[in-house]
């Protein structure tokens, strides 16, 4: 057998036999307490008018596998149009969930808005409830 017909076999019983092993999916990590996402952005345009439009967003889990679970978002934009503003708003809330029965659970959130846009100062929004799954 020739050298180049050794690489031929080897190269077809490697991608025959070994395929399998490389095709499957790493275990995912098990969930962790905290779990979040965020973001960014900013979007500039010149033209017949300038304008300038920035936002940042959060959004923050605590779920420690027991009964009890918190959730944080915020929202903030902000646009200008040839500098005059356009946007300005804030959004923030907070929840706390707590688990009665597997289906079953009670909750408190407040809620905080500011937006200049359409004339809010703030609002601030306690609520409390119940829910089912």
Known sequence: MTTRAQMAA???SWVLCGSGALAQQPAAPPPGTWVGTAGAGVSVTSGNTDTINFNVAFDITRDPQ?????????????????????ANQLSLAFRNQ???TPRSYVFGQIEYVRDT????????APSAGLGSR
Do not use: M, P, S
């Open 117 to 124: 846009f359409k004339l809010i100062d703030y609002l601030v």
């Open 98 to 100: 707590f688990a009665l």
């Open 10 to 12: 080897f190269t077809l």
């Open 66 to 86: 027991t009964r009890h679970v918190q959730k944080w978002k915020g929202l903030f934009l902000r646009g200008e149009q040839d500098d005059a503003l356009i």
